[in-house]
């Protein structure tokens, strides 16, 4: 995934796996980003598949899903 100026980790963890709660996913996959707070334009992240029991769905609460 390419970066946009102004993006954070956060974020595109909310835009790829619905939820800013698995933003370790993305630290976990690029470490040398790990610490950067908002991205400049044109950075290459990887972007790791999750395990199916980790996808969105599974983390709603039952009366969302």
């Known amino acids: 995934y390419e970066t946009s100026k102004g993006e954070m980790l956060d974020e ?19 470490p040398a980003h790990g610490g950067v707070v908002v ?5 290459l992240l990887n972007i790791p598949d999750l395990p199916e029991t980790e996808k969105r769905q599974d983390i ?4 969302r899903v």
């Open 39 to 43: 991205f400049g334009s044109g950075v």
């Open 60 to 63: 709603l609460p039952p009366w």
């Open 12 to 30: 595109i963890a909310k835009k790829f796996y619905g939820t800013e709660r698995r933003m370790d996913a993305l630290i976990e996959a690029n």
